[in-house]
């Protein structure tokens, strides 16, 4: 069993820079690929960023790459995103996502996840 609470979420304008935190509580966060994704009303969810267990691989989409970093902390049982230059279109809930036990990036990368956060809102004012 693993839980995922997102922070870091705001209101911010465009240019600025934010860094978002998952804080996962169970014992097997540090065998499992995490990624993040979002969602603003009327579309389909996001893929922004996944993560390799070890930290060893990143995947990143072409909307979000030399913007945004995915990184994770095992000790301390956390994931975060930094998101730089943000822009109008970043607004979007953001939601934290873990794999299956030792599971692979491309399965987090097509949203098969065993386990999400609650969400946290980014708004990026023009």
């Known amino acids: 069993q693993l839980q995922l609470v997102e922070s870091g979420g705001g209101l911010v304008q465009a240019g600025d820079s934010l860094r978002l935190s998952c804080a996962a509580s169970?014992?097997?966060?540090?065998?499992?690929?995490m990624g993040w994704f979002r969602q603003s009303p009327g579309k389909e969810r996001e893929f922004v960023a996944a993560?390799?267990?070890?930290?060893?691989?990143?995947i990143l989409p072409d909307s979000v790459k030399g913007r945004f970093t995915i990184y994770r902390d095992n000790a301390k049982n956390m994931l975060y995103l930094q998101m730089n230059t943000l822009k109008p279109e970043d607004t979007a809930v953001y939601y934290c996502?873990?794999?299956?036990?030792?599971?692979?990036?491309?399965?987090?990368?097509?949203?098969?996840?065993?386990?999400w956060g609650q969400g946290t809102q980014v708004t990026v004012s023009s």
């Open positions: 996502a873990a794999s299956g036990e030792r599971g692979g990036l491309y399965y987090v990368t097509q949203g098969s996840c065993d386990y």
């Open positions: 169970g014992r097997t966060f540090g065998i499992r690929a």
């Open positions: 993560i390799s267990w070890s930290s060893s691989n990143t």
